[in-house]
């Protein structure tokens, strides 16, 4: 077959323009990721997970972050009251080493499967 | 509930609200209710927030100082204002209420005593907001976090 007969067969595929959402609902929260929880080499406390926020790479920078609420959000199958967005709320306790990661505890322990996922820190309760 | 002065607020201060449905807008802060909380309002024809109340701790504090004077808040606009108007006839228990969906709902609008003393006070504030450069377009502006920016490292 010459190129121009193969052009000729594949059909032609719709542009569609994506509307930009107008008015987004702003960021008011720093990423994080849950790396595990606390641990010893081989027993880990799954009360406490550990949380290593994006830019905050020492002890000191980890003071900011203390007390602030923190949610993992996920999609469940089933929808309740409209929504199937769920969310995990807890808070940072304390930091955890000297490279910025911190520790937070989550009102229902985060499930393993969290684990790599994204986490929300929220900037209150503020102090600023 | 202490009422201790807050060194960074004060009557004028631009806040930044953290929670709810206008969550990123930048207000005018009044005054301290009795029970704690903060009074603040857009302007309304602003930003869209009406005389609200939100929780110190929710709220970013700037910098940014708009110079009301001595401005008087109405002694009417006080932890009362807020809270919702009971219905006559016990609503909630009646079999109307239970067929009734969420979504059909009537939203209470506000009523004239309302909309007479948001006018009041946000007429001053917009002459004071009007004299200083960009403020108004300030004030219009969402708060958000952009990529690279670090609450931590921020200075409001």
């Known amino acids: 077959m010459s190129q121009e007969q193969k052009k000729e067969i594949k059909p032609k595929k ?111 309760p503020s102090n600023i | 509930m202490s009422l201790q002065q807050d060194p960074k607020i004060s009557q004028g201060t631009v806040l930044i609200l953290l929670i709810g449905k206008f969550k990123g807008k930048r207000v005018v802060f009044l005054k301290k209710l009795s029970s704690g909380l903060l009074l603040v309002t857009g302007p ?24 009301l004077g001595e401005l008087v808040v109405p002694e009417e606009i006080n932890d009362k204002f807020f809270t919702p108007q009971k219905p006559i006839n016990n609503w909630e228990k009646t079999e109307e209420k239970f067929f009734t969906k969420k979504q059909d709902l009537k939203k209470v609008g506000l009523n004239e005593t309302q909309t007479k003393l948001q006018n009041q006070i946000d007429k001053p504030i917009y002459e004071a907001i009007k004299k200083v450069q960009y403020l108004k377009e300030y004030l219009t502006a969402r708060f958000k976090l952009q990529k690279g920016q670090l609450p931590h490292k921020m200075k409001f």
């Open chain 1, 14 to 124: 719709k542009q569609i323009k994506k509307k930009k959402k107008q008015n987004k609902s702003p960021r008011l929260h720093v990423d994080g990721i849950f790396m595990g929880y606390r641990r010893g080499l081989t027993t880990q406390k799954t009360g406490t997970s550990l949380i290593k926020i994006v830019g905050v790479t020492t002890r000191k920078e980890t003071e900011w972050y203390l007390g602030k609420k923190v949610a993992f959000v996920y999609n469940a199958s089933r929808h309740h009251n409209g929504s199937n967005v769920r969310t995990i709320w807890g808070k940072i306790t304390s930091a955890h080493g000297n490279s910025g990661i911190v520790r937070a505890k989550f009102k229902r322990n985060l499930p393993a499967i969290a684990m790599g996922k994204k986490v929300r820190v929220m900037m209150y």
């Open chain 2, 44 to 67: 309304y024809n602003v930003n869209g927030v009406p005389l609200t109340r939100i929780k110190r701790k929710y709220v970013i504090a700037t910098k940014t100082k708009v110079d």
